[in-house]
Structures are given as structure tokens and as C-alpha cells.
């Protein structure tokens, strides 16, 4: 069943044309990557999906819901429905509040755990699961590492269960020894938890490692779309060719 589903959505900025008739779709539980270099439009596209910028025409759907003109209990699902993860934890994590707050504050806003005690067991096993140490749930994010942020990030969307979680170049920021580990955390949680995730980033190989359909993006206009081993294997477009060019492939099996 398609879970999101862009279809011909275009947006002009006076003049730029952001999005040229964008068509995406991501399946429940399918893992899709969206990528292209800076300025092809992935945040203009992500701002659509989240209703911050309105498209000039075109539709988006999630589940049967016309996210475009969602009403006001529409919107209260999508938002608990679909989780995002950013590129800088640093500047999305309020660094004034605890691990403990800032993993329990979804299950709070959309009342899933009505108990202290029971929010306090969720996080505890939200922190195990994405392998951080839950006696460290006292601790505010500035202690942790870059990589650590990111584990709270994704305990803190993953916390009231959502179906879609929206990776916007989640791992950028990141040493790159680091980025493989939350790339396989992502990778495991969507396996363990059965999750749609739509990864954006302006590197192929980061994304080739966790999406098994590729969505390429250039100047506004979805150049290429098709399974992981096609976009590898045989890429259609000059402009895939580049990116593949510019990028050591991250799997041998794709290479061969
Ligand atoms: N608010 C805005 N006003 C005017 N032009 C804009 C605005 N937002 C984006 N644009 C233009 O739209 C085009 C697409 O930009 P967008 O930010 O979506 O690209 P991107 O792929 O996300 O790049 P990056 O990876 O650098 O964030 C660019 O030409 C950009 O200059």
C-alpha cells in the first residue's frame, strides 16, 4: 500500500522554479532515497510534505489523507504518524532539556503514556534500543557525541510510533566513521519496527545503503526513479552517472 504519495507538485519561488511536477511515492514500510546536490530542491519538496510551504499545485497524500488541505484531526495523525530526523541533532535537540524530556515529549503532546513511571520504562527502552546507556536519560544532549545526538533524535521519533520517518540528510554532520553506525541503526529499526523512510541526502552511496528504491532529483525535476540495483547498475541519466562518478560504491555485490 503507497503511504505518501507526491504527485506533479510544482513550486516557484518569484522566478526559480523550485519543484517541476514531482511525483514520489513511498510504500508502508518501504525505504526510499531522495537524492541530488544542493539546490535540486530535496528541502523545498520535504517543506511541501510537511505543509510549511504550500505547493502551487499538485497533490500529497499520507493514508487518505490530502495533506495539502487536512483538517485540523488529520493533521494531529499525520504529525504523530510521521516522524522526522534532521541533519544537525545539535540545533534540533533543546539543549536545556533532558534526555528523559526529550524522548517523552511526543508520548506527552499526542497522550500516549499517560504515567511518569510508564514514559520513564518507554525511554528506558527507546535509549536501549538505539544503544545508548538508559541511566544517561538524566543527561542533556551538549554531553553526548555528534553520533550520540543522533541516537537521541531517532529514540525521540521512533517514541510514539510512527508509520514514516523522514531522514533529512540525517547523517551530513557526521565523522565518517560514525555515519556507517547510524546508517545500520536506521537499517535495523526499520527492519526491527517495519517502517516507511524516506532518506534525503546529496550523497548516493549514503543513501544506496539503506533504500532499496532511488528517487533522483536535479534542478527541481525527478530525473531518475527506480530499484536500487537499476539506478547502480545501469543509471539512465547523465546526471545519476555524475553522482555515481563521484562516490566510491559502498557494496561490492552492486559494484560487480
Ligand atoms: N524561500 C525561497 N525563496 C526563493 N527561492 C528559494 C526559496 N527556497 C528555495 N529556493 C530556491 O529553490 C531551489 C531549490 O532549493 P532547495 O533548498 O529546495 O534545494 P536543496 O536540494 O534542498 O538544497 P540544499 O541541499 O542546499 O538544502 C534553489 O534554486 C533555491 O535557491
Known sequence: MTLLDVRAVTKDFRGTRALRAVDLAVGEGETVGLVGESGSGKSTLLKC?????????????????DVIRADRAQRRRFRREVQMVFQ??????????????????????????RSRAGRRDRVAELL????????????????????QRQRIAIARA?????????????????DVSVQAQVINLLADMQAEL?????????????VG?????IAVISRGE?????????VFGAPRHEYTRALLDAVPIPDPTIAR
Open 128 to 147: 536501549s534500543m538505539v544503544g545508548l546507556d538508559p541511566s544517561d536519560m538524566g543527561r542533556r544532549p551538549g554531553s553526548f557525541s555528534g553520533g
Open 88 to 113: 544537525d541533532p545539535h540545533a534540533s535537540l533543546n539543549p536545556r532539556m533532558t534526555v528523559e524530556q526529550l524522548v517523552s515529549e511526543g508520548m506527552l503532546v499526542h497522550g500516549l503514556e
Open 222 to 230: 525527478i530525473v531518475e526513479s527506480g530499484p536500487r540495483e537499476q
Open 209 to 213: 545503503h539503506l533504500c532499496t528504491r
Open 49 to 65: 510534505v510537511l505543509r510549511l510551504e504550500r505547493p502551487d499545485s499538485g497533490e500529497i497524500r499520507y493514508d487518505g489523507i
Open 158 to 174: 521512533l517514541a510514539v510510533r510512527p508509520r514514516l520517518l523522514v531522514c533529512d540528510e540525517p547523517v551530513s554532520a557526521l
Open 194 to 206: 517495519g517502517l516507511a523512510v524516506l532518506f534525503i541526502a546529496h550523497d548516493l552511496a549514503v
